[in-house]
């Protein structure tokens, strides 16, 4: 699975069914602060991802 960071770092990770929460809480990412797209679609957080999925981790930007 490749999994690509707020920086547009490309990290790869087994295949291994994983939820989306897990990936963050692994990478040291608050979910409260990203949206998370799946294969392109944006995906809560208690979605499972795996094998040749793309995830996609978009920092959220606040200001005003």
């Known amino acids: 699975m490749q999994v690509i960071l707020p920086d547009k770092t490309l990290v790869t990770r087994p295949g291994d069914p994983v939820a989306?929460?897990?990936i963050l809480a692994d990478?040291?990412?608050l979910p409260a602060?990203?949206?998370v797209l799946k294969n392109g679609e944006l995906v809560p957080?208690?979605?499972t991802a795996s094998g040749d999925d793309q995830v996609r981790i978009i920092r959220i930007?606040?200001?005003g």
């Open 61 to 63: 930007a606040h200001g």
């Open 33 to 35: 602060s990203v949206i």
């Open 20 to 22: 989306i929460a897990a």
């Open 45 to 47: 957080e208690d979605v």
């Open 27 to 29: 990478l040291g990412i």
